[in-house]
Each structure stands twice: as structure tokens, then as C-alpha cells.
């Protein structure tokens, strides 16, 4: 069994609300050391056998086209994990 | 300026209705590499200085407080990364 990490997050010059209210809340948990929060998408894509490059490249594949909105998201990372 | 990941993911055993959709409209792009997907949440958080051991526990203690939601989620990373 395999186990693939795909990250998205909001391309940078999309306003992400979500960041937005995390750092306003920040500091009601007594947090003051970030001037920014951006807030995105993990998916983890369990695989029956080995993670090769046919797996890798269908995360890629799933990535792009479902998992994120090109126009407002970047796919970051599409990478094999250890269990 | 340095940045601080924090990934969020559900607990195994909770159910995840996202991942679960996700997995069945996988087919429809011709993918059928993945026995599960689970979905999680990817945070970005950004310093002013470099990262230390202070802004590491910042993130830590955000993760677990603010960010996560710790009976249904697992903090599964805490990590300075490259800009």
C-alpha cells in the first residue's frame, strides 16, 4: 500500500477570507507571531501497491483536474509518503 | 520572512464524506489508481523574521487550538519551510 500527498493552496494573488479570519483570530489565543495565514487544501490518495511513477502521474492528473480550480488554486506538491 | 506549514488531516477513524465524493468522481476523468482519498486542510503561515524554536511553538500551539478541531482532526505536520 502507497500513499500520495497532493497540497494545494490559493495562488497568491487570490484573497484567501479564510487566512484572512484566522489571522484576525490569532491573537485571541494569545498568537502575535505571524503577519500572515494562507488557508489550503491536503488530499491523501491511498494506492493498493507500490507508489511508481504511473500512480504519481495520475495524483498529477487528479491533482489538475479535479482536485483544484486552476484559476484561483496552485497544485504545490504531489509527492509519495512513507506510511 | 519565513513560513511555517501546518497540516490538518480527519482522524482515521472518523468518516470523510469529502474524500469519500472525491474517490467516486474519480473515474469521470478516467483515474482509477486510488482505493481512498481522504481530504485534509494545508495552512501557510508567515513570519516577519526567520523561523525559530518560539515561532515553531506559535505554530504548534495554533494548530492545536485555533486551526484543528482535535476530536475530529490529527495535527500531522508542524514545519518551517524554504520561500
Given at each position: ?35 500572515a ?34 484559476i ?12
Open positions: 500500500m502507497g500513499r500520495i500527498v497532493v497540497d494545494i493552496m490559493p495562488k497568491p494573488e487570490i484573497l484567501d477570507p479564510q487566512g484572512k479570519a484566522i489571522l484576525g483570530a490569532l491573537p485571541r489565543v494569545g498568537i502575535d507571531s505571524f503577519s495565514v494562507r488557508q489550503g487544501k491536503r488530499f491523501e490518495l491511498t494506492t493498493e501497491g507500490e507508489v511508481g511513477q504511473a500512480e504519481l502521474d495520475a495524483a498529477r492528473k487528479a491533482a489538475e483536474e479535479l482536485l483544484s480550480n486552476p484561483i488554486e496552485n497544485v504545490v506538491r504531489v509527492e509519495a509518503v512513507e506510511e
